[in-house]
RNA sequence: CGGAGCGUAGUUCAGAUGGCUAGAACGCAGCGUUUGGGACGCUGAGGUCGUGGGUUCAAGUCCCACCGCUCCGACCA
């Protein structure tokens, strides 16, 4: 991609927010706000978008859950059916011109248990897991932190189906393992896994997944130790009387952002469809479920705050939008440009995603301003300098040094 | 929904006690000089001052209502 031609440049100058993330990724230009916890999804931040994405897809994909995708726009009748029609105070409402209501979907359970309900026959065929990746609505009474806390907001949700609690309960599991490297690859080294309630979900456990940061809401407290953690509305802990009841060393309490969440819903949803089917005895039983959601957008501003400079963002490798920054400098020099657009043209042959900075009335300084502010893990400089090799340099560290295309590709690509 | 702050050029902001023919910086366009950390000179375009009402000879400025944004709190399937 050429800078030149690249869609939402970044600014100079910003308001002033108290969110990091929402600062930093307003000014880099990868999101812009059109109302409280609405946002546009720049070029930029629709490619981390994606590769969050993918990465989730990849791991849904590997312990069995299939892809589908369902609608946001609900009859209220699917509502009224659970009676979260009232109760559910997020949702939104909406009215078609003939009259006919509908909620925008904040969440699945609605649509994903009648749907089921029309194929599932047998316990042959359960376990099922269907999950999707979609827009979340959720009418917040206070959107806040820019990305963190939307109206309108991108998730995945899956959703499994089992005969019996065993079976949920091994799922659960899977699932908590498949979240954890989810996380990791998307560049989360510590996700705490903790103990919350459920919720208007259900009566029974949930978990949490928790990235621990300032910038956090939720307040968590957990061992210093070991893996231990609670959501404090539900913890009768304190750290200044006790100690991890696993591991007895001691407590913390830090704010934390909620990236993921695990909830066993029972047979709640199942009942108030009627979803049934038939057991090895030939009993009619209601089929066990969970659902889970990983929240796709929040962890694009949940990186930011956790992986960010004075300078700006500095994106995992793994979810960054482009691999490598390559900036041209002399670029009115012809040997200079023609030097720089054979490299861009070898690493796009090479399957290398780079951002080409070919702006030639832009400063040097400039460049590096926007490349450090923008975070791709790898910069590259192509200068009169620089001669046949390339200026190689890792976002977040001061180390350059000079090297040939073939290493920079290899080391780009390991 | 309670509390606080704010809304003026594309952006960030300045415009005490009403006098404005509304400014600056950055950005943008043109010309020229620059070119390894947001460089410089000159020229130029760009505004129904959030919306509606009111007070006044006169309103960006004062009053009322509404809309919107940010933050604190409540809330957070």
Redesign the pocket.
């Known amino acids: 991609m050429l800078y030149s031609h690249l869609f939402g440049?970044?600014?100079?100058?910003?308001?002033?927010?108290?969110?990091i993330s929402?600062q930093l990724l307003t000014?880099a230009g990868f999101i812009d706000?059109?109302?409280?916890?609405?946002y546009n999804l720049l070029p930029l931040g629709k490619r981390v978008l994606a590769k969050i994405e993918n990465i989730i897809r990849e791991e849904m994909n590997k312990i069995g859950a299939q892809e589908l995708e369902m609608p946001l726009l609900h009859p209220k009748t699917f509502w009224e059916t659970t009676d979260?029609w009232q109760?559910?105070?997020?949702l939104f409402k909406t009215k078609s011109q003939y009259g006919q209501e509908y909620a925008l979907a904040?969440?699945h359970?609605e649509t994903i248990t009648p749907l089921v309900k029309k194929f599932l026959k047998s316990y042959r065929d359960l376990p099922l897991a269907l999950y999707h990746i979609t827009k979340?609505f959720?009418d917040?009474?206070?959107?806040?932190?820019?990305i963190l806390?939307g109206r309108e907001f991108g998730?995945k949700?899956l959703y499994s189906f089992h005969q019996d609690k065993n079976g949920l309960k091994n799922f659960y599991q899977t699932v908590i393992k498949a979240y954890l490297k989810i996380f990791k690859r998307c560049g989360f080294n510590n996700v705490k896994i903790t103990e919350?309630?459920?919720?208007?979900?259900?009566k029974k456990y949930s978990h949490e997944f928790n990235v621990i940061t300032p910038a956090g809401?939720?307040?968590l407290i957990y061992c210093q130790k070991c893996s231990f953690a609670q959501n404090i509305?539900i913890s009768q802990l304190d750290p200044k009387k006790n100690q991890c009841p696993k591991c007895r060393s001691n407590l913390k309490i830090d704010k934390a952002i909620e990236i993921g969440?695990i909830?066993d819903l029972g047979t709640r949803f199942s009942q108030a469809f009627n979803l049934i089917f038939i057991d090895k005895n030939g009993e009619k039983k209601f089929p066990v479920m969970g659902?889970y959601?990983i929240?796709t957008t929040r962890i694009i501003g949940a990186i930011v705050e956790i992986s960010h400079d004075d300078?700006?963002i500095i994106w995992p490798k793994n979810i960054a939008p482009y691999q490598a920054h390559l900036?041209g400098?002399?670029?009115?020099d012809k040997d200079v440009k023609n030097n720089c657009d054979k490299i861009y043209n070898q690493l796009l042959k090479d399957e290398v995603e780079v951002l080409f900075d070919d702006r030639?009335?832009?400063?040097?300084?400039?460049?590096?301003?926007?490349?450090?502010?923008i975070g791709i893990p790898v910069?590259l400089?192509?200068?009169?300098?620089?001669g046949k090799k390339i200026?190689y340099?890792k976002r977040g560290e001061k180390e350059?040094k000079l090297l040939a295309l073939k290493d920079i590709i290899n080391q780009i690509k390991n």
């Open positions: 440049k970044t600014k100079k100058e910003v308001k002033k927010y108290d969110s929402h000014q706000q059109i109302a409280a916890g609405i979260r109760t559910v105070d997020v904040p969440t359970e979340k959720r917040e009474p206070r959107p806040k932190s820019g806390r998730m949700d919350a309630s459920g919720g208007s979900f259900t809401e939720v307040n509305e969440n909830f659902c959601g929240g300078r700006g900036i400098l002399d670029l009115k030639e009335e832009a400063t040097a300084g400039e460049k590096f301003a926007d490349a450090d502010l910069r400089v192509v200068s009169k300098k620089t200026e340099k350059t």
